[in-house]
């Protein structure tokens, strides 16, 4: 069942049905920005374009062009220089929410707070230890 929301983009009714989150004519607004930048783009001289050249060429805002690369619909296989900010230091990224720097240094903490986990776990149970007694 539709519902009646206010589109962020320019305040306007529209019936969201699940499909996008913005009004009819703001989605055909931002898809003919995307035909701009796709179509800039797909000249051999632009392929290799930062996200600030294709801002200052076509007139798109930084965070569409992060929408679109994030949704799949800019692929950085095809556009090396295209990407999205890393939610923890914001360098620029092409899967996943944080950037390999960040990964790996999530994947190290990990690992050693598991260890230390452990370290603690063989601790307490050394502390707990049974004694026996030898009986003949």
């Not at 679109?68 to 899967?95: E, I, M, S």
């Amino acid at each position: 069942m539709a519902e009646l929301r206010n589109c962020p983009s320019c305040g306007e009714f529209f019936n969201y049905i699940g499909v996008r989150d913005i009004c009819h004519k703001c989605a055909q607004q931002e898809e003919d920005m995307y035909q701009i930048v796709y179509r800039f783009l797909r000249k051999r001289e632009n392929r290799a374009a930062t996200v600030e050249r294709i801002v200052e060429a076509t007139g798109v805002k930084e965070e569409m062009l992060y929408t679109w690369v994030r949704k799949g619909r800019l692929h950085p296989a095809v556009f090396p220089n295209l990407g999205y900010p890393c939610d923890n230091c914001g360098r620029l990224t092409n899967q996943g929410k944080l950037c390999e720097n960040c990964t790996s240094e999530l994947k190290s903490d990990l690992r050693t707070f598991e260890a230390a986990k452990e370290f603690r776990e063989e601790i307490k149970n050394r502390e707990k230890g049974t004694y026996l007694s030898e009986r003949n």
